[in-house]
């Protein structure tokens, strides 16, 4: 009983895709995070660049046409 229990068990691949697409959701989290640790400055510098652009936007709407 316990042993044909174990072989239905072992030899049941219904949860493999599952599986496998955490793994690979796994690998591409750490890829990103990988390069977003290699290139942060990079990054950092960017946000700082936007942020002074838009500091340096002016304060009125805008209306067309004029």
């Given at each position: ?7 239905k068990f072992w030899?049941?691949?219904s ?9 690979i959701l796994?690998?591409v989290?750490?890829?990103l995070?990988?390069?977003m640790?290699?290139?942060r400055?990079?990054?950092?510098g960017?946000f700082?660049?936007?942020?002074q652009v838009l500091?340096q936007?002016p304060?009125?709407g805008y209306?067309?046409?004029?």
């Amino acid at each position: 009983m316990m042993q044909s229990t174990l072989a239905k068990f072992w030899n049941d691949e219904s949860g493999q895709g599952l599986t496998e697409y955490a793994l690979i959701l796994a690998l591409v989290s750490v890829g990103l995070i990988a390069v977003m640790v290699v290139f942060r400055d990079a990054i950092g510098g960017i946000f700082d660049r936007i942020a002074q652009v838009l500091e340096q936007a002016p304060n009125e709407g805008y209306t067309p046409g004029s």
